[in-house]
């Protein structure tokens, strides 16, 4: 049996070798004694055999109409399963046969198992050390090229899951958070040091929410000498210990979910954190010389000229090393999406493919707006905001 796994292409990345697509690794790695397996990447260049028995393709929300006008051409070859954070919180399935709902990797064996059966749930119930590390080598990984401290990185996720309900956000079924043991972790980054990689991106949603555990975690990879970059949320680093033990373990960056420099925008979107704690955590990273990386969004609920000014403010305050800024997109799923009615927002037609936050410079547009701020002022104070940082 030959089944061909797909990652289309990704209109928003300005380098399509930036991000591998991990989701995929992970199924390659379940699928890897079963059949005869190959790993396409669209957006590299890579072409699709018309040979294959089962192709599966995963697909996020700017991937979803690429996948709705292609789905149909291998359909008429064979047997077709798509799965990924689109289809799991809109059910649709772009054309595919088959769907999977969360997680996939025990539910691509039953789908291939069960052909007739059109629908699979993965509800986060597997067992988080039982999965197999990701197929780095059959993959190719090292076609994707991430430097950090001009180390070759791969993405590694130490958990699953967040324990936040930010109401912009739609995370599905992953609303439990779900520890790898450290022996695990540990285990999985000797064998991507073994593959020739000298840095890691941790991809957990926020790495250091369980501060006993981040601990133990820093003290065993200290010793390994090797570079990482994390996202966390300011309201876990809060102790000079943890920002101490970050940087002694080989931590160079830390990217902060700021959102928005407004406490007002803050208390919107249900963030639970403060600016103070956001400025806190800039002020710990900085004391032991991580670098910080503030990701903000410009029109959220209840943006305003005033609103924009305090981010100003709080960017010249706080100092950040750097900003990745894009314009409030609102997903199938979020409670702002689900319920614009509870917030102060518009949301305005739009396409799927242009539905991103961050990414290439200069691409972005705008759907939504405020009772204060039109499209247009909300791209033009998005400009105001980098010309100020910059």
Known sequence: MKICLINPPSPFLSDQGALPPLGLFYIASSL???????FIDIGLGDVIPEDADIYC?????????WCKENIPKYKKIGRTIIGGPYPTITYDNCGADQLIVGEGE??????????KKTIFYGNGDLQIDTIPFPARRMCKAERYKYWINKKLSTPIFTSRGCPYFCSFCSKGVFT????????NVMQEIIEVLDLGFGAIRVYDDSFICNYKRAIELLDRIKPLNIKWKAEINSKNLYKDELARKMAEAGCVEVAIGVESGSQDILNNINKQTTIAQHTMAVKLCKRYGIKTRA????????????TINETKDWLHLAKTDSIGIGIFCPYPGSDIYNHPEKYDIKIWPHTNKDLWFRGKQGGQKCFVSTSNLSR???????????EGYN
């Open 106 to 115: 025990l539910n691509i064996l039953k789908a291939i198992e069960y052909p």
């Open 176 to 183: 439990k958070v779900r520890f790898r043991s450290i022996n």
């Open 32 to 38: 890897e004694n079963y059949a005869d397996v190959s």
């Open 57 to 65: 393709f995963t697909c996020n929300i700017t991937q979803s109409e």
């Open 376 to 386: 247009k002022e909300i791209l033009e104070a998005k400009q105001l905001i980098e």
């Open 295 to 306: 990701y903000l969004m410009v029109g959220l609920p209840g943006e305003s000229w005033k």
